[in-house]
């Protein structure tokens, strides 16, 4: 057993070396291409998730490099991951949750280490949420509705929420969603960034400056995470993760290690060419977009469904529309729009059935959502592609055709030329906006599609600089929904002027009555209640159409190839979620999956 003198320096050593920002260990051994070869039997190849070269491995970084995201849980790890399945969180560091009243108490693993062997504790989970708070990081906004975050013993923490903007929901996204750093680390790592900013300004550094600091910092030298796998080695093509023999975590497994001894994330160029390396069996996991996935059925690759609509959906792409300007300020041109729009031919054409026929409204009508739905509502709107219907709502709204059959309003005048945009290359999304521009003009709209970079889109769309454009709001399943969905779209709680910058309800939708509801409801506890509720909420919104759903769409594209490894989690034997063996509750899979040979 070492010494704690000994531990204390081979730790300082472990930060020296973080801090340096040494290249990956790039050892000898590889393949034509330059890539380091590992024994096949003991590999797991994963794609989608990492696009380009892996820049920083830091997890305050703005754009960390897989795995070092949200909801993965292979170096570092959250409290609990999501359960797509069932709506549930089970636990990972943590080991259970309670509400008490506007707190929520979490228990932590006891037998919780580092990959270092000190005690994971109550004091790291503190120090990390903490971090969000300190400086302004991608999770900065948990704290909107968070008075503290204190320890509670060695194994214990308590969420203490605002009793006044009480939202449990939240909290619940965000305990499976913070990822948990090593205190004793990052506290050293902030002294340093600390020190050098100190060192060049001659002043006392801001928490600006030292964010910034911290995060020239690669983190790429084995960080020193809770979680099955560190990071190993990495080049501009691939991410190697090595396995954590003496994980803490495998005592929850019957002391059972996970299959893959390593885990290697490669990087393509384009969706093509990951597919074709899904076929081919180069890639074991894909989450790409993969047209007519069931012609490589026969080369052993499989999905969650055997049939339509192949994977599990649980998100709505849509089509926003800046409705703070005419004519999209009118709701009778956004509830013309809505039946002017062919969604069997999207699902047909643009995603290839991946998904299954889209119903009125913004809940889900099935999964765990399905009991907030309601068939009555949905009906009493009506079918969605009416073509006639739609004329005869822009009809009795006081809207013409001129001589060209080109729309004009109320006031005689002639509706512009409006432009429905997406980024450019996004083909499903391109031929979406293809068939929803079709549509639009049969019935006399206007309307041409312009496909622009992803950054020019990006900063148009939270600008809400548009007509039409596309996005998902809340594009991952989490176990606030269907609020979190009506949230992102309805809520007017942090609404700004069109120009300023927003990350949600970039319509500009604002409606006193849905900010009520969406206010009351996490704080509700009687189930009916809550169903009532969300039963005027979605009445609400199918009266008032600020966004257009188009389809329902998997959050994840869960796909698998059966050449090396086997006994993947699927529809017939659900031992696991469809979350890519590394997503949330989806990593339970890598301790079910087996070598082949």
């Known amino acids: ?113 580092w990959h270092n062997g000190d005690h994971l504790t109550s004091d790291d989970v503190v120090y990390s949420f903490n971090l969000h708070k300190k400086y302004n990081t991608n999770f900065s906004n948990i704290w909107n509705g968070i008075v503290s975050v204190k320890k509670n013993g060695k194994h214990s923490v308590l969420f203490e929420l605002d009793p006044e903007e009480y939202n449990p929901l939240v909290l619940l996204d965000i305990i499976s969603a913070v990822q948990i750093l090593p205190m004793r680390i990052f506290e050293i790592v902030e002294q340093k960034a600390f020190k050098l900013v100190a060192a060049e ?31 190993k080695t990495y080049t501009e093509e691939q991410i190697v993760l090595e396995r954590v023999d003496d994980y803490w975590g495998n005592v929850l497994y019957d002391q059972k290690k996970p299959s893959p001894h390593y885990i290697i994330h490669r990087t393509y160029s384009s969706n093509d060419s990951f597919n074709i390396a899904l076929k081919e069996g180069n890639l074991d996991i894909s989450q790409t977009f993969c047209p007519q996935i069931w012609d490589k059925f026969q080369y052993g ?10 994977y599990k959906p649980g998100i709505m792409p849509a089509l926003l529309m800046g409705i703070s300007k005419p004519p999209f300020s009118d709701v009778n041109f956004r509830r013309a729009v809505v039946h002017a729009i062919d969604y069997e031919k999207i699902k047909q054409d643009a995603v290839y059935g991946y998904t299954p026929k889209l119903k009125p409204g913004l809940i889900l009508p099935f999964g765990t959502e399905k009991v907030y739905f309601s068939e009555e509502d949905a009906k009493a709107f009506g079918t969605l592609y009416d073509p006639e219907k739609a004329k005869r709502i822009l009809r009795d709204g006081g809207y013409k055709w001129g001589a060209d059959g080109l729309l004009i309003d109320p006031d005689g005048k002639k509706i512009r030329t409006l432009y429905a945009t997406c980024p450019k290359g996004w083909t499903d999304w391109e031929m979406t906006i293809k068939i929803a521009v079709e549509g639009l003009r049969e019935t006399g709209i206007d309307v041409q599609e312009k496909f622009i970079e992803y950054q020019q889109w990006d900063n148009l769309l939270k600008r809400g600089l548009f007509d039409f454009t596309m996005k998902t709001p809340q594009p991952e399943q989490s176990a606030s929904l269907p609020w979190a969905r009506f949230d992102r779209v309805m809520s007017a709680r942090e609404l700004r002027p069109v120009g300023e910058i927003m990350y949600y309800n970039e319509g500009r939708y604002k409606n006193p009555v849905a900010d009520s509801l969406l206010k009351n409801i996490p704080q509700m506890t009687d189930p009916d209640q809550i169903r009532e509720a969300y039963r005027k909420l979605n009445r609400l919104f199918m009266e008032e159409m600020p966004i257009i759903p188009l389809m329902y769409r998997p959050w994840l594209f869960y796909q698998f190839s059966t050449k090396h490894w086997s006994n993947f989690p699927t529809e017939n034997n659900p031992y696991a979620p469809p979350q890519c063996l590394m997503v949330g509750a989806g990593i339970t899979a890598l301790w079910g999956i087996k070598a082949n040979n």
């Open 1 to 113: 057993m070492i010494s704690n003198r000994l531990r204390n320096f081979i730790i300082s050593i472990s930060v020296f070396l973080f801090l340096i920002n040494c290249g990956g260990n790039r050892e000898s051994g590889s393949n034509s291409k330059g890539l380091l070869q590992f024994p096949r039997e003991q590999t797991l190849y994963v794609g989608g998730f990492q696009w380009g070269a892996p820049a920083t491995f830091n997890p305050l970084a703005v754009t960390p490099a897989w795995p070092i995201t949200g909801n993965m849980n292979l170096i570092y790890e959250a409290l609990f991951g999501y359960d797509l399945l069932d709506g549930k969180l089970q636990g990972v560091i943590g080991k259970s949750y309670e509400f008490k009243g506007a707190s929520l108490e979490v228990t932590l693993h006891e037998k919780a280490r």
């Open 301 to 310: 690759v499989g999905t969650w469904y055997k049939k339509e609509p192949y």
């Open 201 to 231: 300004t001659g002043a006392a550094p801001s928490n600006e400056d030292v964010l910034n600091r911290i995060r020239d910092f690669k983190n790429d030298v084995k960080p020193i995470g809770s979680g099955p796998y560190t990071l």
